[in-house]
């Protein structure tokens, strides 16, 4: 078994109202295991792995004391594997055959982002953002040969890949009435296309 995962993170100052920032993560597991029997010539393995990307850029303006805005892209992947593979040697011959499952999440995103302060006790924020999706629920891979290059199965099912979108736009209003009374007013509007 192993695995490795890697975090990284840079800001920098444009001025003295823009600011970047970039923040990444990569991370992986494997885990593999082997069996075989040299008696009856026949090898087994099995490979189970599955990761992480991501990257995020943020640019941060001030416009004035009571006006900030953030524009964020991002991507991120997860994927999934499974591979077994089974060998048995005979006498003229050896048979092979294998079988290999894979899924993945791919997301693409951007979004933009306003807070308005008209005073310490009253935030207003409002936002847009979408999101490109690609899915690929599980795509299987078998593989079978039995001695002559005659006897060979071979088949991919599930290689489809679904895209989807998704829209957002956002209103809030954040008051404080009094130090017990606090209303938070807002509407929110989503779309997913597939």
């Known amino acids: 078994y ?12 444009l001025s003295a109202r823009d600011h970047i920032y970039l923040s990444g993560y990569f991370g992986k597991d494997k885990l593999h295991s082997r069996s075989t029997n040299k008696t009856e010539g026949e ?16 640019w941060n303006r001030v416009f004035n004391p009571k006006l900030f805005g953030n524009l964020s892209a991002s991507y991120s992947s997860y994927d999934f594997n499974t591979e077994l593979l089974n060998s048995a040697k005979r006498e003229e011959y050896t048979n092979t055959s294998s079988l290999k499952l894979f899924s ?21 924020r409002l936002g847009l953002s979408a999101t490109h999706q690609t899915f690929q629920p599980t795509t299987n891979s078998f593989y079978s040969k039995t001695g002559a290059e005659e006897d060979v199965v071979s088949a991919r099912v599930g290689e489809d890949i679904i895209k989807g979108l998704t829209l957002d736009a956002y209103a809030e209003d954040e008051i404080t009435v009094s130090s017990r009374l606090k209303a938070n007013l807002g509407l929110r509007l989503s779309t997913f296309k597939v």
């Open 2 to 13: 192993f695995f490795y995962d890697l975090n990284a993170k840079a800001n920098y100052k």
């Open 43 to 58: 090898t087994f393995s099995n490979d189970l792995y599955w990761g992480n990307l991501t990257g995020v850029f943020r």
């Open 104 to 124: 993945g999440i791919r997301d693409l995103s951007a979004r933009y982002d306003f807070d308005y302060l008209p005073d310490a006790l009253h935030t207003i």
